[in-house]
């Protein structure tokens, strides 16, 4: 066949393709419909006689989409959902979602454009990255200091996005929520009232993410927060003065009395040495290295001197115990 020939046929088919085209028509429906459900009438819209769809061959076909996502019903001319339609899996987080498809009819040949405008519907939940935010806090933290949290995610869009954010009631954080345009929503944690560390030693919250949708849905993640200790602790004897009895001819080294010192921090911050640095582990031995005489009637005063055992730091305070003899 002479290439130009070929050529002219081509060029008529298109020309043929350009006449036979009509106006394109445009559908919105939710996203999510059952298969079969109507989307509309699509011979009434066009002004077509449905009982020569058959005939006419009517068929809907795909224009760039692997899927044929909706059918004609040739008794009805009804344009019906022939698959899943999942808005987020198809256009994920774009304003507009538009899937094109073309109602092809021969005798005469003739073509439709059809745009099918998929709405957004509130099937999707709010959710973390992760089932569980841990953090570490010192308990020397200020009031005021913030902790990023991050956002929570959901694939609806508009008012079917998260809109807002709420924490579970307690005594030492409160939430900040902020927005911006790039970021969204995102929360931080901000410190209300100060840690203890000896009084609680772990914090567990609920952060909790609603979307705007109607019915609103939400999701959950748990902030567990370990306090970390801090030296705000100093030593504290057993008691405060220690009264006990010695024989006046006691030889040397005979052991006076025993005293105890506890303190409520943690590690390096809770080990206790006396005042000449050696260490103690939290026990101190009173030891006579002084003569009595039951005559003066003399009362003898020790004071073992204790403080923290951290090398390195200053020392937090100290704390004595009057012995008396």
């Given amino acids: 066949i002479d290439k130009n020939i070929v050529l002219m046929f081509a060029f008529l088919f298109f020309v043929l393709m350009a006449h036979t085209a009509y106006g394109d028509l445009s559908y919105s429906f939710p996203e999510e419909m059952k298969r079969r459900s109507v989307i509309g009438n699509i011979a009434k819209d066009l002004g ?8 006419r061959k009517a068929r809907i076909d795909t224009e760039g989409n692997r899927k044929r996502y909706c059918d004609i019903n040739l008794n009805t001319g009804e344009l019906t959902v022939a698959e899943r339609i999942d808005r987020e899996g198809l256009c994920g987080k774009k304003a507009s979602c538009v899937l094109k498809q073309e109602l092809m009819l ?9 745009s099918l405008h998929i709405d957004d519907i509130n099937d999707n939940s709010p959710h973390f990255d992760e089932d569980v935010i841990r953090m570490e806090i010192t308990e020397s933290a200020d ?9 929570a995610h959901d694939p609806d869009i508009g008012n079917n996005a998260v809109m807002s954010y709420t924490l ?4 030492n954080f409160v939430l900040y929520v902020k927005s911006n345009d790039l970021a969204g929503k995102y929360c931080e944690l901000v410190l209300n009232k100060e840690l203890d560390r000896e009084q609680q030693k772990e914090v567990t919250l609920i952060l909790t993410a609603v979307d705007g949708g109607t019915p609103p849905r939400s999701g959950t993640v748990a902030i567990h927060v370990t306090v970390l200790d801090a030296n705000d602790n100093a030593p504290v004897f057993s008691q405060a003065v220690y009264k006990v009895s010695l024989n006046e001819n006691s030889p040397l080294k005979t052991v006076v009395v025993t005293v105890s010192a ?20 939290r026990r101190e031995q009173l030891q006579t290295d002084v003569l009595f005489d039951h005559r003066a009637g003399v009362r003898f005063h020790f004071l073992p001197d204790l403080h923290h055992h951290h090398p390195g730091r200053e020392v937090l305070s100290q704390e004595k115990a009057q012995t008396v003899v």
């Fill in 168 to 171: 579970e009631s307690n005594e």
């Fill in 262 to 281: 506890t303190d409520a921090d943690e590690g390096q911050n809770g080990k206790v040495s006396s005042g000449t640095e050696r260490h103690v582990s």
């Fill in 143 to 151: 009031k005021g200091e913030r902790f990023l949290l991050g956002e």
């Fill in 48 to 55: 077509l006689d449905v009982n020569r769809l058959s005939s």
């Fill in 106 to 114: 021969e005798n005469p040949l003739e073509l439709h454009r059809i």
